[in-house]
C-alpha cells in the first residue's frame, strides 16, 4: 500500500493541510506525514489566530478595504524591503479568493478580539485560533480520502538530478520508504532544535524559549539544504518577541505575551536599564524586545511597574510579582535592591509633566536628561504595590528556508526540481526577509499550500 | 452555603489563562463575561460555572489542553464547579448530596411512588369515576401533587436567592429576564458562535444534534407541562372533567409534546453515551443519565399510558406513570432538573451586565 501514492505531503499544519486538500480535490492520492502526535498536530498554525487579507469592500468578517499596495507597504515597512516583491504580490493578490475557500473548507471567522481592534480591517480572525481551523481542515482532508499519518517522522528525501525518487520515515517503530509522484515539504522551520539554534544564533540560543510546537526541528529543511536544494532567508536569524521569562520552552504560544512594557521600565540583572521603553505602541515594538533581551547578562529582563499600570494591558497569564517596596520586589526577582531602588529613583526624576498621559497613543510625555530616555508614557514608578514580570526571549519562528519560484516549486542551481514544492514556513523566507506582519505567515501558507497542491496533483495527474 | 475551594481555585486557574488568550471568545456567553474581568472572586468563577452549557467547542480548539503542562479542561472544571455551585445553594442544606447520588434516589424514589401510587389505586379505589378516577379519586391525586409539586418549587427558590447572593445579581428587570429566556429557548449557546451547532457526539465536528434533542426536551416538557395545566384550568375554572378527548386541549398540547419529550430525551440519553465524559464533571454522569432517562419514562410511560385507556393494564401504569411524576418533581430542586433555573439565572445575570445583542 506504500506505493500507491501520487502525493505526500511533509508537514501538519496549514500549509500542509491547505496543499493536502487541493491535491486531493484535484484527484490526487495524498498522504500526509505529521511528525507530531495527534494532540500537538498542526505545528505553530495551532497557535495562529489570524490571517491578513487584501479585499476590496467588506469581506467576511473584514471591514472596509485593503487594498493590494497598501498590503505590500505594510509588509515591506516591516522587512525593511527584505522582500521578494514577485512573491510577496502573488501571497497578497491570492488572499482575497482564499477566505472564501477557507470557509468553504470549514474554516469559521469571529469578529476581532477584544484587544485587537486595531486589526478588525486587516486580519480575519479564526473562531477558536488556529487549532480551530486546523481541526477543521484534517475533518475536510479526510472527507477527501487523504490518508493521515501522525508521529511519522521523515528522515531523508533522495535526490537524483531533478527529481525526488523515494522518501523514508518512521512510523509506529518502523522505517518505511515510499515512492510518491510529487512531495510537498510544509514542515516548518528550525526553530525547535535548539542546537541548531545556538550554531547559528550563538550560545545565548540556549536560553531561548520556543513559542510554539517542539517539532519543527528542520530534519526535512537540513536533508534538502544539504543536497543542493536551493535556499533563501538569513540562516543566523530567527523572529523574536520578549515574553513572560516563566514560560515553558516549548509551545507557550499566544498568553505568554507581556503588554506592559510601554508603562514600564525594563532592567536588565543588574538592574540597570538598557533601551526606551517608550519608543512606540507596543504591537510595533514588541518584536525588537527579543533580540533586546538577548543582548542581556543571561539574556534575561525585568519589567517593573507600579500600581496605577497594572490595568493598563492585556492580563498576563501568570499573576505579577507584587511587593509592597522597590527593594522588596528587587529581593522577590533576584535583583540587586540598592541598585534597583538608584535606578527607579533615577528614572523618577527624569520624568517631568505627566498630565498629557495617554494610554494608546503616543503621548509625548517623555523623560528628560537620562539615558536611556523613554519618550512616550513616561510615568514615575512610585505607587505601591509595586509588580515586576522577568522577559525572556521568545523565538516564533526562523528564516532559513527553501527557495521557491511563484509556482511554489523548490529548484536545485538554475533548475527546478519537477517534483519538489514547498510551502509554509519553509518556504517564508523568500518573503519575509526580515521581521513579521501579523497574520501573513498564515496568508503565505494557504495561499502557496494550495499553489503546491494544485502543481504537485498535475504533476502526479499528467506522469 | 459553602463551595469547594479547590474547584474554584482550578476553575480559576483555567480561567485566568483563557483570559490571557482569548482565542475562543466567539463560541459562547462564557467568553465575553470572562473577558470582562481582570481577577475572578468566588462569584464570578459560578456565574461563569452557571453560564457554560458544556458544547465543549472551547475544549477542541484549545491549544493547551493536555498534553501541554496548562492541561486546560475549562468545560470539565466549569462542570465540576456548576455542580458544587448546585449542591452548595441546596435547601434543605441535608438534601445537597442527592445530586451525587441522583440516580439512586431515583431508583428508590420510583419505586416508593409506584408502591404507593398502587397501593392507593388499589385501596383507596373509588366507588366510581370515569378514565384513570376510576382508579384514584381527582380530590386524591391533587391532594398528592399539589404539594409534590409546590413544595420542591419552594426549596428551589431559596436556592435561587442564595444563588443570586453568591453571584452578586441585583434587582431583576424584565428585559434581563425577556433577554435570557430569548435565549435558552433558542439554544443561543449550544450553536457555537458560527452556527454550526456544538461539539459533544464526535470530537471537535460541530453538530446541532445535541442543540436539537434539548429542544426536543425543553418544548416537548413545557406542552406536556401546558397540557396538565389546561387540564387544571378546564377542570376548576370550566367544570369540564378528565377523560378529555383527542381534540381537547389537554390532548392536543400533551400528545406532541410526550411525544417531543420522548424523542429528545432518547436522543440526549444516545448522545451522552457518545461523547466523552472526561469533558463534563464525572460524579454527575450517573446523576445526569439518570436524569434524562426518568424523563423518558415519563413521557413514555405516559403515551403508552394514554394508548391503553381502557384496558386492564391503567391499574398498574397509572401508578407506574405518577410514580416517575412524582419522583421528577420531587427531586426537582437535587437533580439535573435545577439546571433550567440556574441557566436562566446565570444568563439573566449577564443579560445584565452586557450591552443587549441580537440574540
Known amino acids: 500500500m506504500s506505493e500507491t501514492w501520487d502525493i505526500a505531503v511533509i508537514g501538519g499544519g496549514n500549509a500542509a493541510l491547505c496543499a493536502a486538500i487541493t491535491a486531493a480535490e484535484a484527484g490526487a492520492r495524498v498522504v500526509i506525514l505529521e511528525a507530531a502526535p495527534k494532540p500537538y498536530r498542526g505545528g505553530n498554525s495551532r497557535h495562529t489566530r489570524n490571517f491578513r487579507c487584501m479585499h476590496d469592500g467588506p469581506l467576511g468578517p473584514l471591514v472596509e478595504s485593503y487594498t493590494e499596495d497598501e498590503y505590500l507597504a ?32 470549514g474554516v469559521r471567522f469571529q469578529p476581532s478580539l477584544s484587544g485587537t481592534l486595531s486589526l478588525a480591517r486587516t486580519n480575519a480572525f479564526f473562531l477558536g485560533g488556529g487549532k480551530g481551523l486546523v481541526n477543521a481542515y484534517y475533518r ?31 512510523h509506529e517503530g518502523k522505517n518505511h520508504r515510499i515512492h510518491p509522484k510529487a512531495v510537498v515539504v510544509a514542515s516548518g522551520g528550525f526553530q525547535a532544535d535548539t542546537d541548531w539554534l545556538a550554531r547559528a544564533w550563538g550560545p545565548a540560543a540556549k536560553n531561548f524559549l520556543i513559542r510554539g510546537t517542539p517539532y519543527n526541528r528542520g530534519v526535512v529543511l537540513a536533508d534538502l539544504l544539504d543536497q543542493g536544494v536551493e535556499q533563501v532567508g538569513d540562516p543566523t536569524q530567527c523572529h523574536a518577541v520578549a515574553i513572560d521569562g516563566r514560560a515553558p520552552k516549548f509551545d507557550g504560544g499566544i498568553v505568554t505575551r507581556l503588554d506592559c512594557v510601554p508603562f514600564s521600565i525594563v532592567v536588565n540583572k543588574e538592574a540597570e536599564r538598557f533601551y526606551d521603553e517608550g519608543e512606540d505602541v507596543w504591537p510595533k515594538r514588541y518584536a525588537i524586545w527579543g533580540r533586546l533581551v538577548a543582548a542581556q547578562p543571561d539574556q534575561v529582563g525585568f519589567v517593573i511597574i507600579d500600581a496605577k499600570s497594572l490595568s493598563l494591558f492585556m492580563p498576563s497569564v501568570f499573576p505579577p510579582i507584587e511587593a509592597e517596596s522597590i527593594e522588596a520586589l528587587a529581593d522577590k526577582m533576584g535583583l540587586p535592591p540598592d541598585r534597583l531602588r538608584a535606578t527607579v529613583d533615577a528614572f523618577n526624576a527624569a520624568c517631568g509633566d505627566t498630565s498629557k498621559f495617554h494610554p494608546t497613543e503616543l503621548d509625548g510625555v ?56 514547498a510551502a509554509g514556513e519553509t518556504m517564508a523566507g523568500s518573503i519575509l526577509g526580515q521581521g513579521y506582519l501579523a497574520g501573513f505567515g498564515m496568508t503565505i501558507g494557504t495561499v502557496f499550500g494550495r499553489i503546491a497542491g494544485k502543481e504537485a496533483a498535475a504533476h502526479a495527474n499528467a506522469s | 452555603m459553602q463551595m469547594l475551594a479547590d474547584l474554584i481555585a482550578e476553575a480559576r486557574r483555567q480561567a485566568e489563562i483563557c483570559n490571557a488568550c482569548r482565542y475562543c471568545e466567539g463560541y459562547c456567553s462564557v467568553f465575553p463575561a470572562l473577558h470582562r474581568e481582570r481577577a475572578f472572586s468566588d462569584g464570578d468563577i459560578t456565574h461563569l460555572a452557571n453560564l457554560c452549557h458544556n458544547c465543549r467547542g472551547c475544549y477542541y480548539a484549545c491549544q493547551y489542553t493536555a498534553p501541554h503542562e496548562f492541561d486546560l479542561n475549562l468545560p470539565r472544571a466549569l462542570a465540576e464547579v456548576r455542580q458544587d455551585s448546585w449542591k452548595a445553594h441546596a435547601w434543605p442544606a441535608g438534601f445537597a448530596n442527592l445530586f451525587d447520588r441522583s440516580g439512586v ?59 443570586w447572593r453568591t453571584v452578586g445579581g441585583g434587582a431583576v428587570r424584565w428585559a434581563d429576564l425577556r433577554g435570557a429566556l430569548a435565549s435558552a429557548g433558542r439554544m443561543r449557546n449550544l450553536k457555537g458562535g458560527h452556527g454550526d451547532g456544538c461539539n459533544f457526539e464526535d470530537e471537535d465536528r460541530f453538530s446541532h444534534a445535541r442543540r436539537h434533542f434539548h429542544q426536543a426536551t425543553l418544548y416537548g416538557f413545557l406542552l406536556c407541562f401546558a397540557s396538565t395545566s389546561s387540564g387544571t384550568v378546564l377542570h376548576y375554572v370550566f367544570g369540564v372533567e378528565a377523560p378529555y378527548g383527542l381534540f381537547s386541549l389537554p390532548k392536543l398540547l400533551g400528545l406532541p409534546g ?56 391503567v391499574a398498574w401504569l397509572l401508578p407506574l406513570h405518577l410514580g416517575t411524576v412524582l419522583t421528577l418533581f420531587l427531586l426537582t430542586p437535587y437533580s439535573k432538573m435545577a439546571h433550567g433555573f440556574y441557566r436562566l439565572a446565570a444568563l439573566t445575570r449577564e443579560a445584565s451586565r452586557r450591552p443587549a445583542e441580537p440574540v
Open chain 1, 74 to 105: 505594510d509588509l515591506l515597512k516591516v522587512t525593511g524591503g527584505k522582500t521578494h516583491e514577485g512573491l510577496a504580490r502573488v501571497a497578497i493578490r491570492s488572499s482575497e479568493e482564499c477566505l472564501p475557500w477557507m470557509q468553504d473548507h
Open chain 1, 140 to 170: 475536510t482532508a479526510r472527507k477527501l480520502g487523504v490518508t493521515v499519518l501522525y508521529e511519522a517522522a521523515v528522515a531523508h528525501l533522495e535526490r537524483a538530478e531533478d527529481r525526488i525518487v523515494w522518501l523514508d520515515y518512521t
Open chain 1, 366 to 421: 517623555t523623560t528628560t536628561g537620562i539615558d536611556p530616555p523613554k519618550t512616550n508614557w513616561a510615568r514615575p514608578i512610585t505607587e505601591p504595590p509595586f509588580y515586576g514580570y522577568s522577559l525572556r526571549t521568545g523565538v516564533t519562528f526562523t528564516y532559513l528556508g527553501l527557495k521557491v519560484d511563484e509556482r511554489a516549486q523548490c529548484s536545485v542551481g538554475n533548475r527546478p526540481v519537477a517534483n519538489l514544492w
Open chain 2, 105 to 163: 434516589a431515583m431508583a428508590a424514589l420510583l419505586s416508593l411512588g409506584f408502591a404507593l401510587m398502587f397501593a392507593l389505586s388499589q385501596g383507596m379505589r373509588p366507588e366510581n369515576g370515569a378514565g384513570f378516577y376510576a382508579y384514584m379519586s381527582h380530590g386524591l391525586m391533587a391532594a398528592i401533587f399539589a404539594p409534590a409539586f409546590l413544595l420542591p418549587l419552594a426549596a428551589l427558590a431559596v436556592s435561587l436567592r442564595g444563588y
Open chain 2, 258 to 313: 410526550g411525544f417531543l419529550l420522548c424523542v429528545g430525551t432518547a436522543g440526549l440519553a444516545w448522545l451522552k453515551t457518545k461523547a466523552d465524559p472526561g469533558l463534563g464533571a464525572p460524579s454527575a454522569w450517573g446523576g445526569e443519565m439518570a436524569f434524562v432517562l426518568l424523563l423518558f419514562v415519563v413521557s413514555a410511560t405516559g403515551l403508552i399510558l394514554y394508548a391503553a385507556t381502557g384496558t386492564a393494564a
